[in-house]
T-cell receptor, first 112, second 114 residues
Framework: DGGITQSPKYLFRKEGQNVTLSCEQNLNHDAMYWYRQDPGQGLRLIYYSQIVNDFQKGDIAEGYSVSREKKESFPLTVTSAQKNPTAFYLC???????????FGEGSRLTVL | KQEVTQIPAALSVPEGENLVLNCSFTDSAIYNLQWFRQDPGKGLTSLLLIQSSQREQTSGRLNASLDKSSGRSTLYIAASQPGDSATYLCAVRPTSSNTGKLIFGQGTTLQVKP
């Protein structure tokens, strides 16, 4: 089944802990993105990667880190330095040619 | 700085009605504009992508138009159904971005009543 798989769907974290959200794709797309969605604020770009072994900060990268060791995978780590990590996190890929963005089902992180 | 606005924030219509959702953007220098649907607690589903050289795109009961010069796009939904209830988001890709980054509006939440 082709697409983007995000896991876990729900995650609870205590303050001071790092957590890693998984994003895997089998669409063979080069570019991948992490967005954060908060009520009333729309989607904001955290990090993006246009190719394996390369990634760039987006608009709100502070307190987050990523890696891109494989084309299929773009995990996001939410570190303890992120002051307000409770949010819905969305991973996306960009199709070649048209530049259309495709999204995963999201991961909801709650800090207790 | 590119800003995307969607008005109204919420809309409720009876089943069967034709409706229009609005999206406006402040800078006409865009590669494309994309409309998405989001169900509660779910990811975004791409509905239509309009390239900057195009005026409209159609898919089934959906028709999206683009007027770059006025900074506007509309999503027309024909013969609305309760299953169309969701939040609809529009997003633009600025020409200043070679990364594929999108700028999103805050969405219009649609409720179609049976």
């Amino acid at each position: 089944d082709g697409g983007i798989t995000q896991s876990p769907k729900y995650l609870f974290r205590k303050e001071g802990q790092n957590v890693t959200l998984s994003c895997e794709q089998n669409l063979n797309h080069d570019a991948m993105y992490w967005y954060r969605q908060d009520p009333g604020q729309g989607l904001r770009l955290i990090y993006y990667s246009q190719i394996v072994n390369d990634f760039q900060k987006g608009d709100i990268a502070e307190g987050y880190s990523v890696s891109r060791e494989k084309k299929e995978s773009f995990p996001l780590t939410v570190t303890s330095a992120q002051k307000n990590p409770t949010a819905f996190y969305l991973c996306a890929t960009k199709g070649e040619g048209t530049g259309e963005l495709f999204f995963g089902e999201g991961s909801r992180l709650t800090v207790l | 700085k590119q800003e995307v606005t969607q008005i109204p924030a919420a809309l409720s219509v009876p089943e069967g009605e034709n409706l229009v959702l609005n999206c406006s953007f402040t800078d006409s220098a865009i590669y494309n504009l994309q409309w998405f649907r989001q169900d509660p607690g779910k990811g975004l589903t791409s509905l239509l992508l309009i390239q900057s050289s195009q005026r409209e795109q159609t898919s089934g009961r959906l028709n999206a138009s683009l007027d770059k010069s006025s900074g506007r796009s509309t999503l027309y939904i024909a013969a609305s159904q309760p299953g169309d209830s969701a939040t609809y988001l529009c997003a633009v890709r600025p020409t200043s971005s070679n990364t594929g980054k999108l700028i999103f509006g805050q969405g219009t939440t649609l409720q179609v009543k049976p």
